[in-house]
């Protein structure tokens, strides 16, 4: 089984950076694609930004190009988020998952693991 914990969620002021990370255990970490996603109080979770098994391959919502970077570590089983500029609208529980598929995918519903989320707040 995998186990995917989030880290580095926390109340920061808008047009700061923030870097969240993603440890996974259980399974090989290269083994999967990775995603971040996110979910705000009243909206559906949506695809923040995915990175392939090797890292070679990135893709963002259009929302954050430019302002986030995913990347992963996998000698040390961990995919991080760096969020630069942050805004308001970017509030939200951030979530790491894993997808064992083979073609790298921004549909949540793909996603068969799951971090237990990591609190964003922004302040204006």
């Known amino acids: 089984q995998v186990q995917l914990v989030e880290s580095g969620g926390t109340l920061v002021q808008a047009g700061v950076s923030l870097r969240l990370s993603c440890v996974v255990s259980?399974?090989?970490?290269?083994?999967?694609?990775m995603g971040w996603f996110r979910q705000a109080p009243g909206k559906e979770r949506e695809f923040v930004a995915i990175?392939?098994?090797?890292?070679?391959?990135?893709d963002y919502a259009d929302s954050v190009k430019g302002r986030f970077t995913i990347s992963r570590d996998n000698a040390k089983n961990t995919v991080y988020l760096q969020m630069n500029s942050l805004k308001s609208e970017d509030a939200a529980v951030y979530y790491c998952?894993?997808?064992?598929?083979?073609?790298?995918?921004?549909?949540?519903?793909?996603?068969?693991?799951w971090g237990q989320g990591t609190q964003v707040t922004v302040s204006s």
């Open positions: 990175i392939n098994r090797s890292g070679s391959r990135t």
């Open positions: 259980g399974q090989t970490f290269s083994h999967y694609n």
């Open positions: 998952a894993a997808d064992e598929g083979i073609l790298l995918t921004p549909q949540v519903h793909k996603y068969e693991y």
